[in-house]
């Protein structure tokens, strides 16, 4: 089983700053198959980034992510305030998924 | 409007059963396949299966194999989740999603809390 390890488990910055969040497989994957989710308290999560590096539709360009093999990042270039959230990293190999356990990203 | 409507969440006792729906509108859900994801409160996602297109393909976490089970209905464009012999650790929310790869549309959520 693909087993994802996110860190950190809490991020604290303030409004403009730069996040860079991470995301470590093992064994490695197909970048192709690597996806980030943000969700907010009482939604359901919402799909950020598939394929390591392709925004969803409708996503800000300030969500970037990369990585390939083993490691891989989703960065917010300049945080705004609704980008206060959980984030997931997600890999979906052969169509079983596995999450990370999350990034919390909260106001400093 | 492409949404995911759930619904059969509940509150039930430990050993029982509850079956879990999930209906497509905007869309039709024959082209996709369909996860289900759950969330236990104040803890992270966990994939819980997946069945294929034409539903000839499913799969399922090591927890929940035996017990849950996912079917679905493309003529009623509905997704279903029947869970077996609850436990309080199942009590979470519990997501639809659908996916080519990864999940682009979740359901609301619906909550499933077990307890006696």
């Known amino acids: 089983d693909i087993v994802l390890t996110q860190s950190p488990g809490t991020l604290s910055l303030s409004p403009g700053e730069r996040a860079t969040l991470s995301c470590r497989a093992s064994?490695?994957?197909?970048?192709?198959?690597i996806a980030w989710y943000q969700q907010k308290p009482g939604q359901a999560p919402r799909l950020l980034i598939y394929g390591a590096s392709t925004r969803a539709t409708g996503i800000p360009e300030r969500f970037s992510g990369s990585g390939s093999g083993t490691d891989f990042t989703l960065t917010i270039s300049r945080l705004e305030p609704e980008d206060f959230a959980v984030y997931y990293c997600?890999?979906?190999?052969?169509?079983?998924?596995?999450f990370g356990q999350g990034t919390k990203v909260e106001i400093k | 409007q492409v949404q995911l409507v759930q619904s059969g969440g509940a509150v039930v006792q430990p050993g029982r059963s509850l079956t879990l729906s999930c209906e497509a509108s905007?869309?039709?859900?024959?082209?996709?396949?369909m996860h289900w994801v759950r969330q236990a409160p104040g803890k992270g996602l966990e994939w819980v299966g997946v069945?294929?297109?034409?539903?000839?393909?499913?799969h399922y976490a090591d927890p929940m194999k035996g017990r849950f089970t996912i079917s679905r209905d493309n003529s009623k464009n509905t997704v279903y989740l029947q869970m077996n012999t609850l436990r309080l650790e199942d009590t979470a929310v519990y997501y639809c999603?659908?996916?080519?790869?990864?999940?682009?549309?979740w359901g609301q959520g619906t909550l499933v809390v077990v307890s006696s």
């Open positions: 064994p490695s994957v197909s970048s192709s198959y």
């Open positions: 997600q890999q979906s190999d052969s169509s079983l998924w596995t």
């Open positions: 905007g869309f039709s859900l024959r082209s996709y396949a």
């Open positions: 069945i294929s297109f034409d539903g000839l393909n499913i």
């Open positions: 999603v659908r996916a080519r790869g990864v999940g682009d549309q």
